[in-house]
């Protein structure tokens, strides 16, 4: 079993079962680290319970949602569902057995946003970066004009006092 990440910024990561239990969240001791500030430290697990996964919200700030709908408590999983851990995405895998044609990527499941395609419950993730926001040229302009009146009065005091 194996679980997906996928960060805008970054290419996806997939985090494979060693054991029976697999802990994600902000802290480096977890064993999926989400370094987003819409994750909890201990955000949430999934554990294997005779032969099956099943998703646990740790009560996570932001929640856990599985294809759309807040999960509380436990839910059991299956191939191909999508978890978002606060506004970070996965994709939870099975294996199977012999290798399958590639699948498309599961749709993003919105739950309340009616007609702006996005999530109700946390900000869009898009897989494009953002944009960096804007320098303030203009406030740059009136620091630079700030400093050369300082200089000029200094100046002034300077001619004269000598």
């Known amino acids: 079993m194996r679980l997906t990440v996928y960060f805008p910024e970054d290419s996806p990561t997939t985090h494979e079962f060693v054991g029976t239990k697999l802990t994600v969240g902000r802290l480096g001791d977890n ?5 987003d500030g819409s994750v909890s430290s201990h955000h949430a697990e999934i554990v294997v319970r005779d032969g099956a996964a099943v998703l646990v919200d740790k009560g996570s700030t932001n929640g856990t949602y599985l294809n759309g709908e807040q999960v509380t408590g436990e839910h059991p999983l299956a191939e191909g569902d999508e978890i978002y851990f606060g506004s970070v ?7 199977v057995a012999a290798p399958a044609p590639a699948a498309a990527e599961p749709e993003l499941a919105t739950a309340g946003a009616e007609g702006t395609g996005r999530p109700a419950n ?16 203009l406030g740059l302009v009136a620091w630079v004009c700030a400093g050369i009146g300082a200089l000029a009065v200094a100046y002034a005091f300077y001619a004269i006092l000598a």
């Open 122 to 137: 946390f900000r869009y993730m898009s897989p494009l970066p953002r944009p960096a926001p804007p320098k303030d040229t």
């Open 31 to 35: 064993d999926v680290h989400l370094d």
């Open 89 to 95: 995405r996965g994709v939870f895998m099975e294996p």
